[in-house]
């Protein structure tokens, strides 16, 4: 059995797909093997963003704690997703919880490093924001859709 | 052009058969699944897509797809969201009732031309009632089809149909099946969010690959729009659409959309055949 290096991770992760290799060596010097267990927290609403997570196995929910209905889950992610952009943007603090609903296995990537990666390298800080863009504007349609209800209740009749 | 003869019998056609409902399975809130006999005997024999127009005598009629299973064509099946007048009064009627039956219309999932392929299934809400008998029709026939994957969401954990169903389907080694909801609290430990969201995950081949879509329209906008980023022609995408059937033999004109008529050239249709007149807000 051959163990994949952690620029083969990066390399093959669809969410780096074409990346120059010379980002992906950058990446990997920022970034190291995590696991959660079933419950528990990978990171807590106003805690300071100072990782992103690309989800290896496993499944997380992004939730946020009301004191009258308890923590709402907001969204799962899984195998292939990305966990957490709030790193890349000042206050750098978690807007939301995120739980690890089973047993959890994922590469986290250290935000200061990269953060300081990004602004020595604009070109590569470029690249990484393009990516992490199409992230949130996938996660800001599906936000959009899950507002709409749209198996709510509509008669035709 | 498919019109009516003459020569052809009006039973079933026009005239509603008398059928009496053997049994009534809630499975939501509002949502309930009607088995339904024919008073006089005989079958109805279906194919998985098609629908029928339902009537409750001194109410009004509403077309309703078939969810039953197309081997048993001597119990109808339809699953019915108690949403107007009709089908409120559908899913107030108690076994032993009688409700007026004609069909069944339309056009089916294309399950034979899919043979070889591998097949997604892609169903929202109560979208999942019309895609009951394809998906049953392809697990009996398994080996006539590549990988399947079934894709299913729902408003919350508490309006998924099939429950019970689901988890029998999950629990087979050779269909991948995923289920989520748009809304959950604590209890859930299934995925939230959108149905779209599952299609990137999708483990399938897809030059090899037919899709069938079933739900409400924006949902389906969405779910072929994602098929396609994944490499999905529309020409191996069919979605089953919903429109305001009367007549449902394409006389009445109520269900036009663009050249088509809903109730006789769909209600499935191949999306690149609608897709001009998919977002035209004005059919």
Known sequence: MSVQSME?????????????????????GCASNVR???????????????????????????????PERGSIIIQTLGEGDVLGWSWLYPPYRWHFD???????????????????????????????????????????????????????????? | MAMLQESEPLEGTLLPEPFIVSKVRRETRDTFTLEMEPLNGGEKHFTPGQFNMIYVYGVGEVPISISGDPVEPSI??????????????????????????????????????????????????????????????????????????????????????????????RARFDIDLDVTVDHATGGWKGNVGVVTTLIPGLKIDVPNTVALVCGPEIMMR???????????????????????MKCAVGFCGHCQFGPQFICRDGPVFRYDVIRPFFQVREV
């Not at chain 1, 990269?114 to 349609?141: A, V």
């Open chain 2, 76 to 169: 109808l099946k339809h699953t019915v969201r108690a949403v107007g007048t009709v089908t409120r009064a559908i899913t107030s009627v108690k076994r032993g009732g009688m409700l007026g039956v004609r069909g069944p219309f339309g056009s089916g999932w294309p399950l034979k031309e899919a043979e070889g392929y591998d097949v997604v299934v892609v169903a929202g809400g109560l979208g999942l009632a019309p895609l009951r008998p394809a998906i049953l029709h392809l697990l009996r026939n398994r080996e006539r089809y590549g990988r399947v994957a079934i894709l299913y969401g729902a408003r919350t954990p508490m309006d998924m149909l099939y429950k019970k169903e689901l988890e029998r389907w």
């Open chain 2, 222 to 244: 969405f779910t072929v729009r994602e098929l396609n980023k994944l490499g999905i022609p529309d020409e191996r995408i069919y979605i089953s659409m919903e429109r305001n």
């Open chain 1, 98 to 157: 995120a739980r690890a609903l089973e047993l959890t296995r994922a590469i986290a990537l250290d935000a200061e490093c990269l953060r300081r990666k990004c602004e020595e390298d604009k070109e590569f800080g470029y690249e990484l924001l393009k990516r992490f863009s199409q992230i949130i504007i996938q996660r800001l349609q599906s936000a959009r859709l899950q507002l709409l209800d749209v198996y709510g209740h509509a008669s035709r009749e």
């Open chain 1, 8 to 28: 083969d991770i990066i390399r093959e992760h669809s969410f780096f797909k074409g990346l120059q290799e010379r980002y992906v060596k950058l990446l990997a």
């Open chain 1, 36 to 66: 959660f267990n079933a419950g528990e927290y990978i990171f807590k609403e106003g805690g300071r963003a100072d990782k992103f997570y690309l989800i290896k196995s496993g499944k997380v929910s992004i939730e946020i704690y009301s």
